[in-house]
């Protein structure tokens, strides 16, 4: 496209050190469905193009939505005059890039029926057919099915000589059972958080089996009973409650610009500083997480990230030490790596890249074990499903999290279903209290689709994963 | 951007029954540091055209950014596409109908043409002012101007201009993180030096931590802090959820559920506040007694609720908590002992029915004994249902603008629900 060529050539005339451009038409299919009143339904197209200069070591960033030759020059100007600003301001701190070589390459998301293409009448009868579902269970007060389709294309170029065709798509179905009883009101959902995937995940699903489940069991929870006072129990964490724990306790605080203090004034800072690395206790020997963004279906896996560096696998806590950070280029360099993890993504054209949690996992036991023999084996504790309250402090160590399903483990065995329990725990004794994780076979997936982050504010999309784990000695008690 | 020219083009090859068209044209310029230097610096507009269609019970809706001829026709093949093949809505509204829409003024011309090298002063002046006393300063200034019309088949026509200008600075010196936030739709308010040296007043306060354990006690709310929880309890505040049984509120509309000293508004009537002519749904703004002396006198609620039960929509446009005239100092006079909280962090519901929400204190936390001041303390968690904490209102301050769209006091409240600690 002319304008990558028209856009950097101009940028680099005008004194730029670096220079990217990304051409992004992203475009969301959103259809919210309850108790059988299409609520919304909406295509949602934003195109445009963003321009980053880096200049006597400070950003400048400028974005359009008009595509003409005078227009983008014109958007070129602003970000190059934008970054002279930010320089006189940093002309005693500047800001350095790590090293990067060029890539002419393409990455599109393996999908075998393009979500968008599916015809809307095919969803919204299947979401209809859920909803039916759901509402004919006595009781069932609410049901929605929410369906979140996602598409990104992005061209990106630098003054690297980088050229890149990126198309990435994701689909995101969530439906909720509400029952209410005696007062009280319990809901119970389905979701599984989004994958990088096209419509054949949904057909695989089986929703309307999955409907069943939710409605019986928000039909269960609302009835169940409440867990006493808090307790030090056992804890064992299904993949999909989890892969909110470790997004909030592990992949928030080894973003490299949270470490920096580059988020200090809105989403907060980080306690996993510089000092620990390698050698920090983080958890315990058996927790081992991998940054991936190489991951087959992962939310994060686009090839290359908005810097132009291609998705990489490494350890972020190895053996339970931690071990390296998710960085961008422009985070590396503050502590000295001549190289980036490539974690910088952008929501919208409109929106400056910023260092992202990438796709993050815990890898599982090595030894043979299954969920029922980890069950089998506690004494007294709490198995807990699916996610709910969440709240963690701004320096990511003081943590409390609800869920959406809970039975109670006695020797060995569910005992009773529960409803509104909560945890309470912190960094560094939550990931030091795993002692036992299922082996490969239990291992799932588990996307975050709304990662709030960024001043303005971003919503990013990344995919965690783990088998189900047991953590020993956790504060767990009822809600008040 | 030209909102006739899209209304004309729209009118003109339409064939569903009813639309409503809604634009919205931002241009901003956000200017992000930290640790003192810049680490992000954006500018450029936004544009947001929805369009909203039906065919008889069926509707269909769709958004883009851009407004040549070509988008447009995109724009209405797309929402009429989706509404011919959309099933029969029960819940189904037409677009709304012309009516006298109150005056706002939400735009200042001084704030609209603040330029970048104005934004990068104020962010060199607060820079210099933390080196100057060996701590880092992190925030953002950023300066928005918007222009927002809904325009409907059936004669609503409404506009509304906006601006806001804000400037927020977490300084950190040693191990001392504290916050001062200006957001208003007026730059002038804005006193740089004012606020630098609240920050810094803060920060000294702050020096000296000591731990403290979790408990039930008296804490008075900066206005930063109501803020935070104030939103919270009111988006659980839904006529139609909880009339269906899942909120607190169920069956409470007219009666005391609130403490008596607790009222809360949406209003026109203080020009300080940002607020809005008119609602998304086409119905105009008018002066909301939310709580009244304690009393829940209605909740938001949409057309289609509002006609089935014979009530008339609203939406929360702004948040006004009327205060008294309790200072700080007065405060700490009538408890024992308490705690000063400068903000909340990362609230959410614990149990939706009982309006139950967890959250951090962030920025510092002061102690108080015997009407003084003692020491600053470590952060803590509080489990608290907002509704049941303002019966335990004892006094109110000042009220303050906690950001363009929230004027509210300090408050002091009884037994504050705390039930675990940071180390910092």
Known sequence: MKYLDLAMNAASSLGAEYADI???????????????????????????????????????????NVFSDEALLATVQKAVDIAALSASVNKHKKLRLAPERSYIATYKTPVEIDSIEVPLQEKVELMMEVNRTMMAYEGIKQAVFYLVIHKDEKLFASTLGTRLDINTQFIDPMIIATANYEGDSQSRTFDEGGKAVGWEWILSLDLIEKAKQIAEEALIKVKADVLGPESRRSLILDPNHLGLTMHESVGHPTELDRVLGWEADYAGISFATPEKLKNYRYGSEIVNFMGDNTLCEGLATHGFDDDGVPGQKWHIIKDGILNEYGSTRDTAMEIGL?????????????????????????????????????????????????RGSFSIDQHRVNFQFGGDFFWEIKNGKLFRPL?????????????????????????????????????????????????????????????? | ???????????????????????????????????????????????????????????????????????????????????????????????????????????????????????????????????????????????????????????????????????????????????VDYNAKRFAPFNLDKDFARLAAQATALEGMQSFEPEKIAVILRPGALQELMWFMGWMMNRRQSDEGFTPFTDQLGKPFFGDKFSWYSTLLRPELSSTPYSFEGYASVEIPWVENGVLKTMPTNRYWAQKVGSTPSSTYNMYI??????????????????????????????????????????????????????????????????????????????ELASSHALLPTMLIDGFNFVDKTTF
């Open chain 1, 22 to 64: 990304r051409i992004q038409k992203t475009t969301d299919q959103v259809i919210y469905l309850q108790n059988l009143s299409l609520k919304h339904t909406n295509t949602e197209v934003v195109h445009g193009y963003g321009i980053r200069v880096f200049k006597d070591g400070a950003w400048g960033f400028a974005h359009s």
């Open chain 1, 338 to 386: 001549d190289y980036s993890r490539g974690c910088n993504r952008a929501t919208y054209y409109f929106d400056q890249p910023i260092n992202r949690i990438p796709n993050l996992y815990l890898m599982p036991g090595t030894k043979p074990l299954t969920p029922g023999e980890l069950i089998a084996d506690t004494e007294d504790g709490v198995y807990i499903q699916g």
């Open chain 1, 419 to 480: 409803k509104k329990v909560i945890y309470k725990s912190c960094n560094p004794e939550f990931w030091n209290s795993c002692d036992a994780i299922a082996d490969e076979r239990f291992w799932r997936p588990f996307g975050v689709v709304n990662c709030g982050k960024g001043q303005p504010s971003q919503s990013a999309r990344m995919t965690h994963g783990s088998a189900p784990a047991r953590f020993r000695n956790i504060r767990v008690g009822g809600s008040q």
């Open chain 2, 1 to 179: 951007m030209n909102i006739e020219r899209i209304a004309q083009y729209i009118k003109q090859h339409v064939t569903a029954d009813d639309y409503t068209l809604s634009v919205s044209n931002w241009d901003s310029h956000e200017t992000r540091f930290a640790q003192n230097s810049i680490t992000q610096h954006i500018a450029g507009p936004k544009l947001d055209i929805t369009l909203h269609v039906s065919y008889g019970s069926k509707s269909g809706s769709c958004t883009v950014n851009q407004d040549d001829d070509t988008t447009l026709a995109f724009l209405l093949k797309t929402a009429e596409d989706i509404a011919k093949i959309a099933p029969e809505d029960p819940e189904f509204m037409p677009s709304a109908t012309a009516v006298a829409l109150p005056e706002v003024d939400n735009c200042d011309a001084e704030t609209r043409s603040l330029s970048p090298k104005q934004m990068v002063e104020i962010v060199q002046k607060a820079i210099d002012k933390a080196k100057a006393m060996d701590a880092t300063v992190s925030g953002m200034t950023e300066k928005h101007y918007g222009e927002s019309y809904l325009l409907t088949k059936n004669g609503f026509v409404g506009n509304n201009r906006r601006t806001e200008f804000g400037h927020s600075m977490t300084l950190k010196k040693g191990t001392v993180e504290t916050k």
């Open chain 2, 322 to 399: 009327p205060g008294g005239t309790a200072t700080e100092e007065e405060m700490m006079q009538l408890v024992p002992r308490g705690l000063i909280i400068n903000r909340f962090w990362y609230i959410r519901t614990v149990d939706a029915k009982k309006g139950e929400l967890t959250g951090m204190t962030r920025d510092g936390v002061l102690y108080f004994e015997d009407g003084k001041v003692k020491n600053a303390i470590n952060n803590l968690r509080f489990n608290e249902i907002p509704h049941a904490a303002t019966r335990r209102i004892l006094a109110l301050g000042a009220n």
